[in-house]
């Protein structure tokens, strides 16, 4: 029997538990912060659960629109109750998770492990694990996946503090919502959070080091996001990185790389991860990490020590809950012998959840623009869809790549209230090499928004013909 040991309990280890556990291995999950990892406990999870309490209030600001009458200043936010909520639902989930594993015969050990190579070269691996109370407890392994994660990048002068000056994973501990909020950084954690608060009806402001919000996302659904936080009184600060963040009693100054400097009441620190891999013994080991200690890992999750495996974001793939998970299937499938096809990051769909929210699947508008994929793209406003039209919605589109000469579909983007849901039908058009044809040729519902997709593929069957 194979005995698999798998480092760290987020999405890449327990899903590759599971993988595994269906073929009778011998599994050991090591994990020193609580299974479900920090998806489920700190990231994912509790972003997400945070978000759904807020847009209860974003479709009361909009219901007037629509003939009902609530008067957003009469909403009164229960913030415990909403953080309460958050924690809640987040331990349930990964205790929903550890059961499924006890049930599958998965050995689960709360522990921080390193790896604990005593003969380099031989095909048994061994792992450390300093337990709770502080003794340790070695587990042999004929294959070991590293599967440890990242945490928040803190900068060396913004040390968070808790209170004032905060990661996003030490929002939850707030008893009142600030006044005043500083967000440093435009990726998609920053963006997340500034919709929320803004939601919320907290003063944003959001320093970005770039001349937009989501600098690596989609530029025309990053422009209509900023435009919708623009309309809700969210200042952008452009092309300014901050150097420094101080505290002085009630209030938060981040001083920037201009000399200016931006005051509010809390500062929210989202500047990107780094991964946990700096005490893991890998060097010892003979593991290779890049520069930034991303573990290095092929398409199959194999690094460069054989029977050592590594997924998810300590290897700064993609750094996505359903990357992790499939990277994680992947290593053990290869490591257990079965056929597998390597990860292929061209159909992963993701999605940012704003408000309205941005989907993307497959090759990328800038990736087209810049040659690198020849292409016919569309792009379909949503103002001309009936359903959204009912729902007063204003804003958001739908585009669809597809190959010249054959129709099939490469990527797409969607920007809509429920854009997360509504980018399956082209996620599942570019993993199974769909045409816009076959799209256009769907029934789609009346009125509904999924309406615009294969209208989209209707403009492009129709653009098709005349080639
Ligand atoms: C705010 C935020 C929101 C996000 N929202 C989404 C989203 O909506 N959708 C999405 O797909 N992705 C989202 N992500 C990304 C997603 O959370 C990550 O891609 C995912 O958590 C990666 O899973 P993982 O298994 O690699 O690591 P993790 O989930 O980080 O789990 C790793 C586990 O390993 C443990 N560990 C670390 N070192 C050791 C050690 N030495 N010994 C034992 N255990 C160890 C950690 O404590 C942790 O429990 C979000 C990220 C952030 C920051
Ligand atoms: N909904 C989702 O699926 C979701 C949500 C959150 C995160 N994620 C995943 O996590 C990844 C990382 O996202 P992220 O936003 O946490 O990190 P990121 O690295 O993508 O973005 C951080 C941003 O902060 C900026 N920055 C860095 N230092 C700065 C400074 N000193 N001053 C001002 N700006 C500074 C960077 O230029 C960058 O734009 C995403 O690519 C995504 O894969 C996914």
Wanted: hydrophobic share 45%.
């Amino acid at each position: 029997m194979t005995r698999i040991v798998i480092i760290g309990g987020g999405p890449a280890g327990y899903e590759a538990a599971l993988a595994a556990a269906a073929y009778g291995a011998d599994i050991t999950v090591i994990d020193s912060d609580g299974i479900g990892g920090a998806c489920v406990l700190w990231d994912c999870v509790p972003s997400k659960t945070f978000i759904a309490s807020t847009g209860i209030r974003t479709e009361v600001r909009r219901a007037v629109d629509l003939g009902i009458n609530l008067k957003t200043d009469d909403t009164l936010v229960t913030l415990p109750q909403i953080h309460q909520r958050v924690r809640d639902l987040a331990f349930a989930q990964s205790a929903d998770i550890k059961s499924r594993l006890v049930s599958e015969g998965v050995k689960l050990v709360s522990g921080t492990a390193v790896l604990d190579e005593t003969q380099v070269g031989v095909s048994t691996h061994s792992v450390l694990a300093t337990l709770a109370d502080g003794s340790t407890q070695r587990f042999d392994g004929d294959v070991v996946l590293i599967a440890t994660g990242a945490s928040p990048r803190i900068l060396p002068d913004a040390q968070p503090d808790g209170e004032r000056i905060l990661t996003w994973r030490q929002l939850y501990d707030l008893e009142e919502l600030p006044e005043h909020l500083v967000v440093i950084g435009s990726g998609v954690t920053g963006a997340e959070f500034v919709h929320a608060y803004t939601e919320l009806g907290v003063k944003v402001t959001l320093v970005s080091s770039r001349d937009r919000v989501l600098p690596h996302e989609d530029e025309d659904a990053a422009l209509v996001l900023e435009d919708a936080l623009a309309e809700r009184g969210v200042e952008l600060v452009k092309h300014a990185r901050a150097d420094k963040v101080v505290r002085d009693g009630d209030t938060v100054t981040a001083h920037l790389a201009d000399g200016s400097a931006v005051t509010g009441s809390h500062v929210l620190m989202t500047v990107g991860s780094i991964p946990n891999t700096a005490n893991l013994e890998l060097e010892r080991a003979g593991v290779e990490v890049d520069k930034g200690g991303y573990i290095q890992v092929d398409r199959v999750s194999r690094t460069s020590v054989p029977g050592i495996y590594a997924a998810g974001d300590c290897t700064g793939l993609l750094p996505l809950a359903s990357v992790a998970a499939m990277q994680g299937r992947i290593a053990v499938y290869h490591a257990l012998g079965e056929g597998v096809s390597p990860i292929k990051l061209k159909t992963v769909a993701s999605a940012i959840f704003t408000r309205p929210e941005i989907a993307t699947v497959g090759v990328s508008q800038k990736a087209i623009d810049a040659g690198e994929y020849p292409a016919r793209t569309v792009m379909l406003p949503l103002a001309t869809n009936p359903r959204a039209k009912m729902s007063g919605l204003r804003r958001g589109f739908v585009k669809i790549f597809c190959r010249p000469a054959t129709g099939v579909v490469i990527g797409g983007v969607a920007v809509a209230p429920n854009a997360s849901e509504l980018i399956l039908p082209l996620a599942l058009a570019v993993q199974n090499k769909l045409t816009v044809g076959d799209l256009a040729q769907t029934f789609s519902v009346y009125p509904s928004l999924s309406g615009s997709i294969t209208e989209a593929a209707r403009q492009l069957v129709r653009h098709d013909d005349l080639d």
